[in-house]
C-alpha cells in the first residue's frame, strides 16, 4: 500500500533552516507529482509546493517562493523541502502528498511533521 513518511521537523529561530524528507513506498514514485501542504494551527490546509515527476518542474506558493526548494530523488523514493529564512507564520504541520494523475489533487498523504518557528 501506499506510505509516505515526512521527517527532519523541528524546533528552529527565525531565519533558519530546516530539510524536510519524505520517504515514498507502495507506488511508482517517478511516475507522478508529488507536493508538498502545510496545516498552520486553526488553519486549513495551504498547498505550498509541487514537483513534476522528474524533477524538472516546480511549482510554489507566493507565500513560501523564493525560500523553499523541493526536490526529489527517485532513485531514492524520497521527496525533500529545503526551507530557509524560516519565519514564524511558517510554523505548521507539513505533508507530503502524492497527486491523483496529474490532477493536483492529493489521493494519498503522509502523518506529517511538525515544524516551529520562534526565538
Known amino acids: 500500500q501506499v506510505q509516505l513518511v515526512e521527517s527532519g521537523g523541528g524546533l528552529v529561530q527565525p531565519g533558519g533552516s530546516l530539510r524536510l524528507s519524505c520517504a515514498a513506498s507502495?507506488?511508482?514514485?517517478?511516475?507522478?507529482?508529488m507536493h508538498w501542504v502545510r496545516q498552520a494551527p486553526g488553519k486549513g490546509l495551504e498547498w505550498i509546493s509541487a514537483?513534476?515527476?522528474?524533477?524538472?518542474?516546480?511549482s510554489y506558493a507566493d507565500s513560501v517562493k523564493g525560500r523553499f526548494t523541493a526536490s526529489r530523488d527517485n532513485a531514492k523514493n524520497t521527496l525533500y523541502l529545503q526551507m530557509n529564512s524560516l519565519k514564524p507564520e511558517d510554523t505548521a504541520v507539513y505533508y507530503c502528498a502524492k497527486d491523483l494523475r496529474g490532477s493536483w489533487s492529493w489521493d494519498y498523504w503522509g502523518q506529517g511533521t511538525q515544524v516551529t518557528v520562534s526565538s
Open positions: 514537483i513534476r515527476e522528474n524533477g524538472g518542474t516546480t
Open positions: 507502495g507506488f511508482t514514485f517517478s511516475s507522478d507529482w
